[in-house]
């Protein structure tokens, strides 16, 4: 059984910056791949960043430039920085690992989520 626990969410004024935190315990593959979705109210479950064991990473266009993913894989950690956050970020983030197959990611494990609110 693979679990997932994130932390580091909150409310955050806009321009401001949030590191969030997820640790994978139980069976994980060292090839997995880890990553952020993020789901706002109303609206669908949204990709945000993945990392592969390698280290390559995939953003979505609106967080390019401004949030980083990273990994310690000795520590089955995966982060988020976002800097200059925006109101339109607000959201729960979840972190998730999974599979790549023929070059696409596909989330297998889920964390609870975290809430990160933007907003002065």
């Known amino acids: 059984q693979v679990q997932l626990v994130e932390s580091g969410g909150g409310l955050v004024q806009p321009g401001g910056s949030l590191r969030l935190s997820c640790a994978a315990s139980?069976?994980?593959?060292?090839?997995?791949?880890m990553g952020w979705y993020r789901q706002a109210p109303g609206k669908v479950r949204d990709l945000v960043a993945i990392?592969?064991?390698?280290?390559?990473?995939i953003y979505a266009d609106s967080v390019k430039g401004r949030f980083t993913i990273s990994r310690d894989n000795a520590k089955n950690t995966v982060y988020l920085h976002m800097n200059s956050l925006k109101p339109e970020d607000t959201a729960v983030y979840y972190c998730?690992?999974?599979?790549?197959?023929?070059?696409?990611?596909?989330?297998?494990?889920w964390g609870q989520g975290t809430q990160v609110t933007v907003s002065s």
């Open positions: 139980g069976s994980i593959f060292s090839t997995y791949g």
């Open positions: 990392i592969s064991s390698e280290g390559m990473t």
């Open positions: 998730n690992t999974g599979y790549y197959r023929r070059g696409v990611y596909f989330p297998q494990y």
